[in-house]
């Protein structure tokens, strides 16, 4: 699942999460740059911004403890300064459950590099929970949370105020985030059963689905299917099509049991 966080994390720093970048560097963005590299092998950073005062910021977001992440960083720091003619401020932000065991520095000889490492379980939470931005709202459930009943009431006030599409994407985000914190995931899992909204959106990334996309599902997956699909469509009001395609369903059978639950 390493995967689906590193993907869900960098997909929602492509919206810029402003008042967490704020927070790391108590600057505004000044606007967002290009994060690729072109080499041998093309490089991408997680999160890469001009701040106001002209510095540029790198971030990287990890989920696991990684012993060769101040050679990455060196080596990033390097191909920044290349193409943008500045050293940069730079930051790993660590936002996995085990106990943080890299280092931040690179040292060899005539060479003492480093750089700032964050776990985000120390950071303030409550400053991304008042944020008004979803992508530091869902980044505050990787925080230590003191009120998660609190932040998922939120989050879910911002996701019904979201267009179809957009809201189902943020959705499975915030599940995937999720299990990086089993505690937090088991209250997130009960808060949408008491509130009557889907837990599972998306067979392709969740595991609690195993079999895999083109394996045929038993009647009892497709009976929860249909269920999810019931309450999607009763809760956030989404046309059945667009459920059908996201849960993988044909329309006529949501229908059918649409009918039959009147």
């Not at 990033?76 to 003619?85: F, H, M």
Request: hydrophobic share 40%.
């Amino acid at each position: 699942m390493k995967g689906s966080y590193d993907k869900t994390l960098r997909e929602i720093f492509s919206d810029v999460p402003v008042n967490l970048i704020k927070f790391l560097t108590n600057q505004e963005i000044k606007r967002p740059l290009n994060p690729s590299f072109p080499s041998i092998k093309e490089r991408i950073a997680d999160f890469l911004v001009e701040l106001e005062n002209g510095d540029i910021f790198h971030l990287e977001i990890q989920s696991v403890n990684d012993k060769t992440m101040p050679r990455r960083m060196l080596f990033y720091a390097l191909l920044i300064e290349e193409k943008y003619k500045k050293f940069p401020i730079q930051v790993v932000l660590y936002v996995g459950n085990e106990k943080l065991r890299m280092q931040n520095f690179y040292k060899r000889k005539n060479l003492d590099y480093k750089y700032e490492l964050f776990n985000i379980k120390n950071l303030d939470c409550n400053y991304l929970i008042k944020s008004q931005s979803i992508e530091d709202n869902l980044i505050a459930i990787l925080c230590k949370i003191d009120d998660e009943v609190n932040l998922l009431n939120r989050i879910t006030s911002r996701l019904l105020s979201l267009p179809d599409k957009k809201r189902v994407d943020y959705l499975k985000k915030l599940f995937i985030l999720a299990r990086l914190r089993p505690k937090v995931y088991n209250k997130l899992e009960e808060f949408y059963k008491e509130q009557k909204m889907p837990i599972v959106l998306d067979p392709k990334i969740d595991p609690l689905y195993k079999k895999g996309w083109n394996e045929a599902w038993s009647e009892a997956e497709k009976k929860t299917k249909i269920k999810d699909a019931l309450l999607i469509i009763e809760k956030f009001n989404i046309p059945i099509e667009k459920v059908a395609k996201e849960l993988g369903l044909k329309e006529d059978e949501i229908k059918k049991a649409l009918n039959e639950n009147k």
